[in-house]
């Protein structure tokens, strides 16, 4: 049974920073590319950032800010977002390429401008 579960979510303001988790069990972590997406109100889930074992990419509305990274030891993949603007308050999700259609129950950020 593949498990993902988000942590690290909150208010903060513009300007400052989260690190959201996500500790994921049922696959072979190690070898699985890893992803976060969000959802903000009223608009549809998009991506954000992707890690596989050997590169990262992100969305154009993050680069610069936002850095993805992952522990095979933890099974957890992070997500270090700086800078953040009231447009990145969102649902934040965590999913795998690889099994689409497991998803955790997300991470609420939101940023005050």
């Known amino acids: 049974q593949v498990q993902l579960v988000e942590s690290g979510g909150g208010l903060v303001q513009a300007g400052g920073s989260l690190r959201l988790s996500c500790v994921v069990s049922g696959i072979i972590f190690r070898i699985t590319p890893m992803g976060w997406y969000r959802q903000a109100p009223g608009k549809q889930r998009e991506f954000v950032a992707v890690?596989?074992?050997?590169?990262?990419d992100y969305a154009d509305s993050v680069k610069g800010r936002f850095t993805i990274s992952r522990d095979n030891v933890k099974n957890t993949v992070y997500l270090q977002m700086n800078s953040l603007k009231a447009e990145d308050t969102a649902v934040y999700y965590c999913?795998?390429?690889?099994?689409?259609?497991?998803w955790g129950q997300g991470t609420q950020v939101t940023v005050s401008s």
């Open positions: 890690i596989t074992s050997d590169r990262t």
């Open positions: 999913n795998s390429p690889t099994y689409r259609n497991y």
